[in-house]
DNA sequence: CTGAAAGCGCTAACAG
DNA sequence: CTGTTAGCGCTTTCAG
C-alpha cells in the first residue's frame, strides 16, 4: 500500500476529506469537534498519515520552503551561515533549498529560475555584488529577499552583514599598537560591498591612527582566494613597497600571504605580521595561528532567516539592515615590527 | 500580472491546454503537429511562461528532487561531497534537498520524513551507522537510497565509500618504511564501518608488515572529532603506551594529537609522527602539515549521486557497492623516528 | 494530430 | 460543527 491520503484517513475515520484537514491541521482544528479532531488525528496516526506539502502548496501557494543562494559551498565561511539560517527556519516549519552558484551569474540566474519555479517564498542570498541587475530585477518584480554578508548598493533590501568598518579599525588599531607604521592592504574584489567597504575602511582607520593613508601599500585581489591573496602579495613586493604587516581583507587572502611568505624562506610574524578576517575553523592550528577579525557567522545566518520570515509574513515592512559587531582574536601571526 | 499558466499559454496560441502541454514537454512533442509546437513554445517564451513542477509533480508522482542527509555541513568532509552531488544531479534536471541531522537519530528520522513528504524519489545519506534501524525500515519500505562515505552493515543497499583497508595499509606501511616499529592507531566510532575498517585494517597492516599486533597501542575515540582524538591520545599517554607513530582515523583526530602534543611541549614529527585520513582542505598549512590519506570526495559525492539516479530510473538494478582508491601525500608531520 | 474530461492531494469558501 | 463543491496547474487517458 502507498502512503496513505487524507481521504484515506477521512474514509476511515468516517468523516468527510474536509474535516479531517481541519483536524489535522492545528490552525483549523477549533472549527471542529474536540471528539471528532481526537479521532481523526488518531486514525492518521495509526495509518502512518503524512500530509503532503506540495498538494497543500498547490492549493494555498505557499510552498513553505525559501532559497538559499551562496557562491561556494567549499568555502568555509557558507557552512555556519547555512546552520545559522536553517536553525531559525525549521522551528518556523520551514525548509532552505540550498544551491551553489559558483560565481557565475549565469548558473545564478538558473539556478534562482529553478528556486521560483519551485515556488520558494523567499530568497536568501550570499553572492550579491555592488551591482547586480539580477537581484535588482528580483526587486522589481516583487520577490522577497534577504542579502546575507554583502549587499548590493543602491537596493532597498534587507541585509545582515559583518561591521566591516569595525572590524577593519581593530585590525589595523592592534597592529599600531604593536607599534607598526607602515601597514599595507590586500583588498578583496571592488565589485563586493565587502571588499569596497573593507579597503575604504581600512584607508579611514590609517588616518584616524595618524598615519598617513599611502595608494602603493595596497592592492585589490581578483578574488575571495588563496591564489588572488597570494598573487596581490607577490604584486606588492615586486613592486618595492616597504611595509611590516598586512591586513588581508579575509581569512583565505591571510592564507595566500602565508604562501608567499613560505616561498620566499620568510615567516610571519618576525618579516610581516598578517591580519585575516572572518575567523573561519582550524585558524588557530596553522603555522603561525593567524590573528583574525572574528565574525558570529552562525548569528550571521540567523538573522537573516529571520528578517526574511518576517518579510513573509509581514510583506509592507521597510527592509532593514543589520550589522554585526566582529571582535579581533590575536594569536601569533602579528608582533612588534623587527 | 502573476507568473502565466499553461492554461494561459495556451489561450495566447490558440490550443487546448492539453496541446501546449504536450508541445512544451520534449518527451511528448513528438505527439503534435510540428508548426503548433512551434508556435506554442515561441508564445510560451514570450510570456515568460515556466512550468510548475509542483503542479507537475503533483500529477506524475515525481518531484525531480532527491534528499541528501549528511551528519554536519560544518564539517569540511562533507562540502565537496555535495559539490560532486549536485554536479550530477543537476545535469540530470534533479535538484538535492540538503538536510542536516548533527548526528542525533531523532534529528534524523524527522528530517528524512519531511524529505519523504516533500515527495522526494531517493535518498543520499552519509549518516549511516553499522546498526542502522531507520535505515533498514526505509529499505523495507522500498525508499531507493544510496550510502556514501560509510554504510550500514547487513543491508543490502548501494554505497560509495573509500577504500579503507588500503587507506590505512599506506599509511602504516609509510611509517614502517620510515622505520617505525610502535604504532598507536585512534580509531573512530565503532558504531561507523569507516571506523571498525579502519581499526581492522590496521590490524591486519601491522601484521602483514611483520608488526605485532598490541590492543594496548589502539584506542577508540568517541566521536570524529577533534576533542575526542585528543582525548584518546590522553588516554594513551597516561596508560603509559609506548609508541613513536600514530595513525588517526581522520583528520580531525590528527588534529586532536596536535593539540595534545602541544599542550605537553611535545612536536610532531619529532616526538610523536601523524597520520591523517580524508585530505581535508588546509591541512597544507597546519604545524606541521598534515601527512594523510586522501579521498577523492567530489568523485565519492559524484558516484553515490549516479548510483542513486541509476536505481530511480532502473528499480530492478541489483545494489552496487563501489570503493574508492585512496592516496597518500606525504607531508611534515611523518619522519624517521628519533 | 488535437480537444474533452478527469484527477493528482489538499484546502477554502459556502451552505446547511 | 460538518459536508458540498470547486479548483490550485498540470498531465493523461480517451475520443474524435
Given amino acids: 500500500?502507498?502512503?496513505p491520503t487524507l481521504r484515506d484517513v477521512a474514509d476511515a475515520a468516517g468523516v468527510h476529506p474536509a474535516t479531517a484537514s481541519r483536524a489535522l491541521n492545528p490552525a483549523t482544528r477549533g472549527l471542529v469537534n474536540a471528539e471528532t479532531a481526537k479521532r481523526v488525528i488518531k486514525v492518521a496516526d495509526s495509518l502512518g498519515y503524512r500530509p503532503n506539502p506540495i498538494a497543500r502548496g498547490l492549493k494555498t501557494a505557499k510552498s513553505g520552503t525559501v532559497g538559499i543562494v551562496i557562491p561556494d559551498l567549499t568555502n568555509p565561511l557558507f557552512p555556519p551561515i547555512l546552520r545559522g539560517i536553517e536553525d531559525v527556519l525549521e522551528p518556523a516549519g520551514y525548509s532552505g533549498l540550498i544551491v551553489s552558484t559558483d560565481?557565475?551569474?549565469?548558473?545564478?540566474?538558473?539556478?534562482?529560475?529553478?528556486?521560483?519555479?519551485?515556488?520558494?517564498?523567499?530568497?536568501v542570498v550570499a553572492t550579491a555584488l555592488l551591482d547586480h541587475p539580477l537581484l535588482e530585477q528580483l526587486h522589481r518584480e516583487g520577490v522577497r529577499m534577504v542579502m546575507v554578508n554583502r549587499r548590493p548598493?543602491?537596493?532597498?533590501?534587507?541585509?545582515?552583514t559583518p561591521d566591516d568598518a569595525l572590524g577593519i579599525e581593530l585590525a589595523v588599531r592592534h597592529l599600531v599598537e604593536?607599534?607598526?607604521?607602515?601597514?599595507?592592504?590586500?583588498?578583496?574584489p571592488s565589485s563586493t560591498s565587502t571588499g569596497v567597504a573593507r579597503a575604504k575602511a581600512f584607508r579611514n582607520a590609517v588616518r584616524d591612527l595618524g598615519l598617513t593613508d599611502e595608494p602603493a601599500l595596497a592592492r585589490e585581489c581578483a578574488a575571495w582566494t588563496e591564489?588572488?591573496?597570494?598573487?596581490?602579495?607577490?604584486?606588492l613586493r615586486a613592486a618595492g613597497a616597504d611595509f611590516t604587516a598586512v591586513v588581508?581583507?579575509?581569512?583565505?587572502?591571510?592564507?595566500?600571504?602565508?604562501?608567499?611568505?613560505?616561498?620566499?624562506?620568510?615567516?610571519?610574524?618576525?618579516?610581516l605580521s598578517v591580519v585575516g578576517f572572518n575567523g573561519m575553523p582550524f585558524l588557530d592550528k596553522l603555522a603561525p595561528p593567524l590573528t583574525t577579525v572574528t565574525i558570529a557567522h552562525h548569528r550571521l545566518g540567523g538573522e537573516a532567516a529571520r528578517l526574511l520570515l518576517e518579510a513573509?509574513?509581514?510583506?509592507d515592512r521597510p527592509a532593514r539592515s543589520v550589522l554585526l559587531p566582529p571582535t579581533l582574536v590575536v594569536r601569533a601571526s602579528t608582533a612588534a615590527p623587527r
Wanted: glycine share 8%; net charge negative; hydrophobic share 40%.
Fill in 1 to 3: 500500500m502507498q502512503t
Fill in 103 to 123: 560565481n557565475d551569474s549565469d548558473r545564478e540566474r538558473t539556478l534562482i529560475e529553478s528556486l521560483r519555479s519551485r515556488q520558494v517564498e523567499g530568497l
Fill in 153 to 160: 548598493r543602491d537596493l532597498d533590501v534587507s541585509s545582515v
Fill in 178 to 188: 604593536l607599534g607598526h607604521t607602515r601597514i599595507a592592504h590586500l583588498a578583496g
Fill in 227 to 235: 591564489e588572488a591573496g597570494a598573487a596581490a602579495l607577490r604584486d
Fill in 248 to 271: 588581508a581583507s579575509n581569512d583565505l587572502i591571510a592564507l595566500g600571504c602565508y604562501d608567499v611568505l613560505a616561498e620566499c624562506g620568510l615567516h610571519a610574524p618576525d618579516d
Fill in 312 to 315: 513573509i509574513t509581514e510583506p
